[in-house]
């Protein structure tokens, strides 16, 4: 059975200090004990807090991820930090593609590519974002858009390295606006993303995937997001930053 995952995402908030209690505050919640066992829990806060909040958190039960990741290995790249930097103060996973990174960084495909199999080259997992913006949706393309963004990318790696891949499905409408796309069309879209994946990489890859919404979830829209069949757990932006707030929604499971 494919894991259920919540992952917050912290994006560029809290400074150090408030990213160590915010990550000391969850592990609190999480030793209590979650609603269900199948669901993991994945922090993903700043670069510069990694390796601190690696010495405080139960890795057992908490996975560590970054945001992003350098498109090369090592070298001259000023600035940049590689899939081997963060895999060495404890990071296990990787956001990316996320909309973010795509509107204001440019990254593109072709970038993406790279860093993903960097990611997982190094036995890190990749959650790959993918998602349409209104306009797209409006003129009703936001099923192509999204197949274009996993076919150019995830349908180019080989089977045995697909199965580190997690999906998360953001709406980009839906992302820091408040609105959160129905549980209706996060469902449609999700059974879209694994019809995809069977036809590429089959059925049991398919329901191997584990398949995240994000946009705008909050512990009061999130059981009955989850609820829906396709729908394996969510990538939280704002409301990952509040701890009580974001257990809620781990324990919508
Ligand atoms: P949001 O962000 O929950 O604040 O909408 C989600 C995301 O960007 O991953």
Same mark, same amino acid.
């Not at 274009?148 to 089977?159: G, P």
């Given at each position: 059975?494919?894991?259920?995952?919540?992952?917050?995402?912290?994006?560029?908030?809290?400074?150090?200090?408030?990213?160590?209690?915010?990550?000391?505050e969850?592990?609190?919640?999480v030793?209590?004990?979650?609603?269900?066992?199948?669901?993991?829990?994945?922090?993903?806060?700043?670069?510069?807090?990694?390796?601190?909040?690696?010495?405080?958190?139960?890795?057992?039960?908490?996975?560590?991820?970054?945001?992003?990741?350098?498109?090369?290995?090592?070298?001259?790249?000023?600035?940049?930090?590689?899939?081997?930097?963060?895999?060495?103060?404890?990071?296990?996973a990787?956001?990316?593609?996320?909309?973010?990174?795509?509107?204001?960084?440019?990254?593109?495909s072709?970038? +993406?590519?790279?860093?993903?199999? %960097? @990611?997982? #080259?190094?036995? $890190?997992?990749?959650?790959?974002?993918?998602?349409?913006?209104?306009?797209?949706?409006?003129?009703?393309?936001?099923?192509?858009?999204?197949?274009?963004?996993?076919?150019?990318?995830?349908?180019?790696?080989?089977?045995?390295?697909?199965?580190?891949?997690?999906?998360?499905?953001?709406?980009?409408?839906?992302?820091?606006?408040?609105?959160?796309?129905?549980?209706?069309?996060?469902?449609?879209?999700?059974?879209?993303?694994?019809?995809?994946?069977?036809?590429?990489?089959?059925?049991?890859?398919?329901?191997?995937?584990?398949?995240?919404y994000?946009?705008?979830?909050?512990?009061?829209?999130?059981?009955?997001?989850?609820?829906?069949?396709?729908?394996d757990?969510? +990538?939280?932006?704002?409301?990952? %930053? @509040?701890? #009580?707030?974001? $257990?809620?929604?781990?324990?919508?499971?």
């Amino acid at each position: 059975m494919r894991k259920n995952i919540v992952a917050g995402n912290w994006k560029m908030n809290t400074d150090l200090q408030e990213g160590l209690k915010l990550a000391k505050e969850i592990n609190a919640l999480v030793a209590k004990g979650l609603n269900d066992s199948n669901t993991g829990v994945v922090i993903a806060p700043p670069y510069t807090h990694l390796a601190t909040i690696n010495e405080h958190i139960d890795r057992e039960k908490i996975c560590l991820a970054a945001q992003n990741c350098a498109a090369e290995a090592k070298g001259a790249y000023t600035g940049e930090v590689s899939v081997q930097m963060l895999k060495a103060v404890g990071v296990r996973a990787v956001i990316l593609g996320h909309s973010e990174r795509r509107a204001y960084y440019g990254e593109t495909s072709e970038i +993406l590519l790279k860093k993903v199999k %960097l @990611v997982i #080259e190094n036995g $890190l997992k990749p959650i790959f974002c993918c998602g349409e913006v209104l306009a797209e949706r409006e003129s009703n393309i936001h099923f192509n858009v999204v197949k274009e963004q996993i076919e150019s990318v995830l349908f180019t790696l080989s089977a045995e390295d697909y199965k580190r891949v997690i999906i998360a499905y953001e709406p980009v409408w839906a992302i820091g606006t408040g609105k959160t796309a129905s549980a209706e069309q996060a469902q449609e879209m999700h059974a879209f993303i694994r019809q995809l994946i069977v036809g590429k990489f089959g059925a049991e890859a398919a329901n191997n995937t584990t398949i995240l919404y994000g946009g705008s979830c909050k512990a009061s829209n999130a059981k009955e997001i989850f609820s829906k069949p396709d729908v394996d757990g969510g +990538l939280i932006g704002g409301a990952s %930053l @509040v701890a #009580e707030e974001f $257990l809620g929604i781990v324990n919508a499971f």
